[in-house]
């Protein structure tokens, strides 16, 4: 029987999160994740290409892991108002579960490298952005939003603020706060209230090949806009 590897892929992109949220991007090298985890670098150059290949994975991969919980979150409402305020909430939760996942994405995926990605990664990035548009579009649709004032504050409501409030914290180095999901929810209900179908039912996600890449997205827009 093979023996398994010492240092699979989740060991390693763990240790380039920690890296990343400590140092930034440029903190993530072949070398620094080596010793990191205390792999030989043979071990790292064995799993990813090179380190646009690394950057671009763990970019994509903590992504992946925030969208997954996002869309369930949009679908979870008994209604479109209660799904926003459900999405708003997840944003908040789903950093205070992963600060160093959440600190990561104080920055953007041009920050990691993502002109020099290869195809298979923009392609996901590129399915990514496109999801969150079309679940946007979803709500926007059931809340009744129409107009570029409206869709803006469907955005602003689900996307913006919670974004907001959780990157004021982060870059202060400080705890979010017990109270911050309450905080997004109500204000998320408060944008929301006034279209005309805030109780219209929940919007279903769009399913996609796999899951992709939100903070609510993958931090550049899809290269066919």
């Known amino acids: ?3 398994p590897p010492r240092f699979d892929v989740k060991q390693l992109l763990d240790a380039a999160v920690r890296l990343a949220a400590a140092g930034g991007p440029a903190a993530v090298t072949m070398s620094a994740v080596a010793m990191e985890v205390g792999a030989p670098s043979g071990s790292v150059y064995h799993r990813f290409a090179g380190r646009v ?3 671009a994975e763990v970019w994509l991969r ?3 892991s925030f969208q997954e919980g996002y869309f369930k979150a949009l679908e979870a409402g008994v209604d479109a108002r209660q799904a926003g305020c459900a999405a708003a909430r997840h944003v908040v939760a789903w950093s205070r579960a992963h600060p160093e996942e959440a600190a990561l994405l104080l920055y953007g995926a041009e920050d990691f490298g993502r002109a020099d990605w290869p195809e298979e990664h923009l392609q996901r990035a590129d399915r990514g952005n496109q999801r969150v548009r079309a679940s946007l579009d979803s709500l926007a649709t059931a809340l009744g939003a129409e107009g570029q004032q409206a869709t803006e504050r469907v955005a602003l409501a689900v996307i913006d603020l919670p974004l907001s409030l959780v990157r004021r914290h982060l870059r202060a180095g400080d705890p979010l706060p017990a109270h911050a999901e309450d905080l997004a929810e109500e204000c ?3 944008l929301l209230g006034s279209l005309p179908a ?5 919007p279903t996600a769009p399913t996609a090949g796999r899951r992709t890449a939100p903070w609510p997205s993958s ?4 290269r066919d806009d």
Do not use: D, F
Request: glycine share 4%; hydrophobic share 55%; no cysteine.
């Open 1 to 3: 029987m093979a023996r």
């Open 219 to 222: 931090g550049a827009e899809s």
């Open 62 to 64: 903590t992504v992946e």
């Open 188 to 190: 998320t209900a408060a």
């Open 198 to 202: 805030a109780s219209a039912s929940a």
């Open 53 to 55: 290949a690394l950057l």
